[in-house]
């Protein structure tokens, strides 16, 4: 992407060399639109006038469709468009082994009312789209009940609610790959948490209070473990770290061994063990700025303090209340939990590459389509790319190089087609005949046959594609009243 996030560079990954920039275009906030491009190797030369002019554009086989977010999640803006939540789900290597369930918990769905571990947030989240997650069993941290009383505190996962942040923002909110794997190779190393209530209320193992680390070493160091897996922040690539916890004073639950391993029992109190799971936005680093902010550097992990638990807690993206799905084996086949949100296009500080902005890789290795194809289904496909842009059109396009001219392009066209445009009582207004594979688009200067400009108004186009098929489009064109002060 560019450094303004409105338009995308097309790379050569082997050599760095630039395949194409995108023409873009741009709706009213001036941010970029779903606009689907053929992507093309281009040749420019200098002219006359200073200035590159295309030469050659030879097609690599495939289009590029991208568009920007409006607002992070919480706004007003992705409240209207689904919270910018776009799915989630639980993929297993082997699907006859789904053993991953959860504790439902949305407060109002729950008996008795004191289950429920999830409470919605009418200002951010006002249709409860990330209340519902997975059925209720994954919520991002700023959706968790406040722990208000004694039962409060066995059944939510919340340290308090100052860590919910100021007016609990979605802002920080992205999208993950949570990853549960038997291969020891890939697991995290992690803090471990106590979820029972301590004192004398529900008395923990080492005497430590709730959501402080646990005390007890098992060859890791104290309040260390591993967990079986891993998680992927998705926005820029990198390991988080991962943690859970587990509730010391429930040994018949696995509560007490240091592990994550989650029982089959759904009572609402004793949930698999309380076995939360953490998942944070900070990159890797094994836990260990956790384990220093919830131990006082590591010297004192029974009183830490305040402002540092709320530090660490403040970093917790998502968290789930996982139970054992009745009848399944722990870890009998790898299981992926995707959480996809959208998020606009922003600079992030990771390293070097790109300065910045977002760099995705790609290969259409294993994309190469053979002859025993359906071609039907090929020149569906390929059909179904072709469209005009802008549509509508508002006396501007980015395709204008000055405010004398109109342009509106014809995208993604075979080598062969021909474009037809008539007015919607039937009358001619423009054909246009393309008979080279060099290009992939006609531009279009709104001008009749007989170079007169076109009226506002809407406007049938057929497009004819041999050997391919054809469409037709409606075309909406606003015309800007002619400049005088030119003449």
Same mark, same amino acid.
């Given at each position: 992407?560019?450094?303004d996030?409105?338009? +995308?560079?097309?790379?050569?990954?082997?050599?760095?060399?630039?395949?194409?920039?995108?023409?873009? !275009?741009?709706?009213?906030s001036?941010?970029?639109?779903?606009n689907?491009?053929?992507?093309q190797?281009?040749?420019?030369?200098?002219?006359?006038?200073?200035?590159?002019?295309?030469?050659?554009a030879?097609?690599?086989?495939?289009?590029?469709?991208?568009?920007?977010?409006?607002?992070?999640?919480?706004?007003?803006?992705?409240? @209207?468009?689904?919270?910018?939540?776009?799915?989630?789900?639980?993929?297993?290597?082997?699907?006859?082994?789904?053993?991953?369930?959860? +504790?439902?918990?949305? #407060?109002?769905?729950?008996?008795?009312?004191?289950?429920?571990?999830?409470?919605?947030?009418?200002?951010?989240?006002?249709?409860?789209v990330?209340?519902? #997650?997975?059925?209720g069993?994954w919520?991002?941290?700023?959706? @968790?009940r406040?722990?208000?009383?004694?039962?409060?505190?066995?059944?939510?996962?919340?340290?308090?609610?100052? !860590?919910?942040?100021?007016?609990?923002k979605?802002?920080?909110?992205?999208?993950?790959?949570?990853?549960?794997?038997?291969?020891?190779?890939?697991?995290?190393?992690?803090?471990?948490?106590?979820?029972?209530?301590?004192?004398?209320?529900?008395?923990?193992?080492?005497?430590?209070?709730?959501?402080?680390?646990?005390?007890?070493d098992?060859?890791?160091? !104290?309040?260390?473990?591993?967990?079986?897996g891993?998680?992927?922040?998705?926005?820029?690539?990198?390991?988080?770290?991962?943690?859970?916890?587990?509730?010391?004073a429930?040994?018949?639950e696995?509560?007490?061994?240091?592990?994550w391993?989650?029982?089959?029992?759904?009572?609402?109190?004793?949930?698999?063990?309380?076995h939360?799971?953490?998942?944070?936005?900070?990159?890797?680093?094994?836990?260990?700025?956790?384990?220093?902010?919830?131990?006082?550097?590591?010297?004192?992990?029974?009183?830490?303090?305040?402002?540092?638990?709320?530090?660490?807690?403040y970093?917790?993206?998502?968290?789930?209340?996982? #139970?054992?799905a009745?009848?399944?084996?722990? @870890?009998?086949?790898?299981?992926?939990?995707?959480?996809?949100?959208?998020?606009?296009?922003v600079?992030?500080?990771?390293?070097?590459?790109?300065?910045?902005?977002?760099?995705?890789?790609?290969?259409?290795?294993?994309?190469?389509r053979?002859?025993?194809?359906?071609?039907?289904?090929?020149?569906?496909?390929?059909?179904?790319?072709?469209?005009? #842009?802008?549509?509508?059109?508002?006396?501007?396009?980015?395709?204008?190089?000055?405010?004398?001219?109109?342009?509106?392009?014809?995208?993604?066209l075979?080598a062969?087609?021909?474009?037809?445009i008539?007015?919607?009582?039937?009358?001619?207004?423009?054909?246009?005949?393309?008979?080279?594979?060099?290009?992939?688009?006609?531009?279009?200067?709104?001008?009749?046959?007989?170079?007169?400009?076109?009226a506002t108004?809407?406007?049938?186009?057929?497009?004819?594609?041999?050997?391919?098929?054809?469409?037709?489009?409606?075309?909406?064109?606003?015309?800007?009243?002619v400049?005088?002060?030119?003449?």
């Open positions: 992407f560019t450094a996030m409105k338009s +995308y560079v097309l790379l050569n990954d082997d050599t760095n060399d630039t395949l194409m920039v995108s023409d873009t !275009t741009f709706n009213t001036t941010t970029l639109n779903e689907e491009q053929a992507a190797i281009r040749t420019y030369t200098i002219g006359s006038n200073g200035l590159p002019r295309l030469v050659n030879k097609p690599l086989g495939f289009s590029i469709r991208v568009n920007n977010t409006l607002g992070s999640p919480g706004s007003a803006t992705a409240i @209207l468009n689904n919270n910018n939540f776009l799915e989630a789900s639980i993929v297993y290597t082997d699907k006859n082994k789904s053993w991953l369930s959860g +504790y439902s918990g949305l #407060v109002g769905n729950t008996t008795p009312a004191v289950a429920g571990w999830i409470e919605n947030n009418a200002t951010v989240d006002p249709n409860e990330y209340s519902n #997650v997975l059925n069993t919520a991002p941290y700023k959706l @968790l406040n722990p208000t009383s004694n039962e409060l505190k066995k059944t939510s996962p919340l340290f308090d609610i100052q !860590t919910k942040g100021p007016n609990y979605f802002d920080s909110i992205g999208s993950y790959d949570i990853v549960f794997t038997s291969d020891t190779t890939k697991w995290s190393e992690c803090i471990v948490v106590e979820s029972s209530v301590g004192g004398t209320i529900e008395p923990s193992e080492g005497n430590a209070k709730r959501m402080n680390l646990r005390n007890k098992i060859g890791y160091g !104290t309040g260390k473990s591993k967990f079986p891993y998680a992927i922040n998705l926005e820029n690539g990198e390991r988080v770290n991962i943690f859970f916890a587990e509730a010391s429930l040994p018949e696995n509560g007490a061994d240091m592990k391993n989650p029982t089959s029992n759904t009572s609402f109190l004793n949930r698999g063990g309380r939360h799971v953490y998942v944070t936005r900070r990159p890797y680093d094994g836990c260990v700025q956790l384990f220093k902010l919830l131990s006082k550097n590591g010297s004192d992990i029974l009183n830490p303090l305040y402002a540092d638990q709320k530090t660490a807690y970093m917790v993206d998502w968290v789930t209340v996982p #139970v054992l009745p009848g399944k084996q722990l @870890l009998s086949t790898d299981a992926r939990v995707r959480l996809r949100v959208s998020k606009p296009f600079k992030f500080a990771t390293d070097a590459t790109g300065n910045g902005v977002p760099v995705y890789k790609f290969n259409t290795q294993n994309s190469v053979s002859a025993f194809d359906n071609v039907a289904e090929d020149n569906k496909n390929a059909l179904s790319l072709i469209n005009v #842009v802008p549509n509508p059109y508002y006396a501007y396009s980015t395709y204008e190089p000055d405010k004398n001219i109109n342009r509106v392009r014809f995208t993604n075979p062969e087609a021909t474009v037809t008539y007015t919607t009582n039937g009358m001619l207004v423009r054909r246009f005949k393309k008979s080279d594979a060099a290009t992939t688009s006609i531009d279009w200067d709104l001008r009749n046959a007989n170079r007169i400009p076109i108004g809407v406007y049938i186009i057929h497009i004819n594609c041999p050997g391919i098929g054809e469409k037709t489009l409606k075309w909406l064109g606003v015309m800007r009243p400049d005088f002060t030119n003449f």
